[in-house]
């Protein structure tokens, strides 16, 4: 009932419709899954820009409605900012911001999240690889300090037989890519990692393919 709470108040800023649709998914896919009474997040990458939909801006509401806390952590000074006048003028007072590079903030934080968003290092699918690699640091980093039930959501992931029209960021045209990995995306190293039955986590999940998709993992033991 918070998730579909905190849903209904991020929906009346008219997100985009894809993070309208990811949420919905996420819910479906951890409602019955997340049993945390106090719901303590971090999420790498600040949420500034409504353009872009500002999915933390739904974790922190949930955060907020279970008296929990939320940390936001980015390495550009000017994007935490942005955030935090987009938090403030939200009238949020349960946010933490922070000016470091993601994987030594979670290698250092003494926070103990049940809730992790990923969404720092922005991909590029014609060469996905550093996006990848930063997403598994951040996993290394922070998963041994996250308790069992605890859920992780990693954005922007490509499925195979999908096909993207990608905008270069250097004002290039746009050009259509098709995805030929099993997964492109910032968590597809961690993907392939709890595929292999080596890790604590399962994944909640489905594979879809189409569309950018937020992979969610759920930690099932120690």
Not at 16 to 27: A, D, E, G, P
Not at 66 to 93: A, C, M, Q, R, W
Request: aromatic share 12%.
């Amino acid at each position: 009932m918070i998730l579909q709470e905190a849903y209904s108040w991020y929906s009346k800023y008219n997100p985009t419709q894809l993070r309208s649709s990811q949420l919905t998914k996420v819910i479906e896919e951890i409602e019955d899954d997340f049993n945390f009474k106090k719901i303590i997040c971090i999420e790498t990458g600040a949420s500034h820009n409504w353009d872009d939909g500002c999915v933390g801006v739904f974790f922190a509401k949930v955060c907020e409605l279970t008296n929990g806390e939320f940390h936001s952590v980015d390495i550009n000074p000017e994007l935490v900012n942005n955030s935090k006048l987009l938090y403030n003028s939200l009238g949020f007072t349960n946010i933490t911001h922070y000016i470091n590079d993601s994987v030594n903030y979670l290698n250092n934080t003494k926070v103990i999240p049940n809730l992790v968003h990923l969404d720092s290092w922005d991909l590029d699918l014609t060469n996905p690889f550093p996006s990848a690699l930063h997403g598994w640091q951040e996993f290394m980093a922070i998963e041994g300090k996250m308790p069992i039930g605890s859920i992780l959501i990693v954005d922007d992931n490509f499925f195979k037989d999908t096909w993207v029209s990608w905008d270069y960021l250097n004002g290039r045209e746009s050009k259509k890519i098709t995805i030929t990995y099993p997964i492109v995306g910032k968590g597809s190293n961690i993907w392939h990692f709890v595929n292999s039955g080596k890790s604590n986590w399962k994944k909640l999940s489905k594979d879809t393919v189409g569309s950018n998709q937020k992979l969610i993992f759920k930690k099932i033991k120690l």
